[in-house]
């Protein structure tokens, strides 16, 4: 039998979470898009479940002592919806471009954020080369 009192509820709740559940694994790969280096990736995408964690049981007593249930029940909705809504406004990050010269190299793009196996590379200095030897390595 389905109780047909919750039945827009219960399709609210099916909709949300599907959405939820299709935008929150892909939000690192959107923003190592932008340019993020992984570990900012990681620590704005693990904002979410933490604090998730974190304020659920406080938001759960503070609707049980002052007995407004939906009320912040709708205003933590509100606020989901507000933050995730601002996440298509994070411009993307500018780290330069490669500048090779007859001898050297600029490699202001990488900054640590290349798969180059060559240390050099990975920070921003300029690199005096007799040779091509190197950014052969550097995949950008």
């Known amino acids: 039998m389905i109780d ?13 979470f599907g959405g939820i559940a299709c935008f929150v694994p892909y939000i690192s790969v959107y923003l190592r898009q932008l340019g993020l280096l992984p570990y900012q990736a990681g620590i704005i995408s693990g904002t979410y479940p933490f604090f998730t964690f974190l304020l659920k049981p406080i938001l759960g007593a503070a609707a049980d002592k002052f007995d407004r249930h939906k009320q912040i029940h709708m205003l933590c909705l509100f606020l989901t919806y507000c933050l ?27 900054c640590g954020n290349s798969t180059t196996e060559h240390t050099l590379l990975r920070s921003p200095v300029l690199l005096l080369l007799g040779g091509d030897t190197i950014l052969q390595k550097c995949s950008f």
Request: proline share 5%; hydrophobic share 40%; aromatic share 16%.
């Open 4 to 16: 047909c009192k919750l039945v827009t509820l219960k399709i609210y709740y099916f909709l949300f």
């Open 84 to 110: 995730m809504f601002c996440t298509m406004f994070v411009p993307p990050v500018n780290r330069g471009q490669l500048q090779i010269g007859n001898d050297c190299i600029s490699c202001e793009s990488c």
